[in-house]
């Protein structure tokens, strides 16, 4: 029966771990200059302020910045997500996961569309795994 709890908890930590993989990545490439900021990701209103493409391009390489940031953070909830080792870890992996869907939530500003409205819902899910009695009982064995 312990295993069949870890499932989830093994789940969301996969998700971290793409996470961490694809946000680096894409901090690297913004950071580097060579791609626009994605429009999925930001209001259009926000889009509009940035009709300027020097101000663009400077902004998605701090955008890189905090991206490839938040990678590294995203490696860090998948460890402890995967690791689930005491609560130290559990509260890291909440504290992050609630971070998230704020995170998400202001970007969206009223934009609604595929891309932010699925990573909405990741988070969510893994909220509800970790905030489930179970759950958490694993982090504190």
């Known amino acids: 029966m312990a295993g069949m709890q870890s499932i989830p908890l ?13 946000s680096i990545v894409t901090g690297m490439i913004y950071m ?5 900021l994605n429009p999925l990701e ?4 926000f889009m509009e302020k940035l009709s300027d493409p020097q101000k663009r391009t400077a902004f998605a390489k701090k955008m890189g910045f905090v991206t490839f940031v938040v990678g590294i953070v995203q ?16 509260w890291i992996a909440l ?15 009223g934009k609604i569309n595929a891309f932010p409205l ?21 982090f504190f064995h």
């Open 32 to 36: 580097s200059g060579k791609k626009e």
């Open 118 to 138: 699925l990573k909405s819902v990741a988070y969510i899910s893994i909220l509800i795994v970790l905030l489930m009695g179970s759950t958490r009982a694993l």
């Open 75 to 90: 490696g860090m909830t998948s460890y402890c997500l995967l690791k689930a080792g005491g609560p130290v870890l559990y």
């Open 95 to 109: 504290g992050f996961t609630v971070f998230s869907i704020g995170s998400v939530s202001v970007k969206l500003k």
């Open 42 to 45: 930001l209001s259009d209103r």
């Open 10 to 22: 093994l789940l969301c930590g996969i998700f971290y771990a793409v996470l961490c993989v694809f």
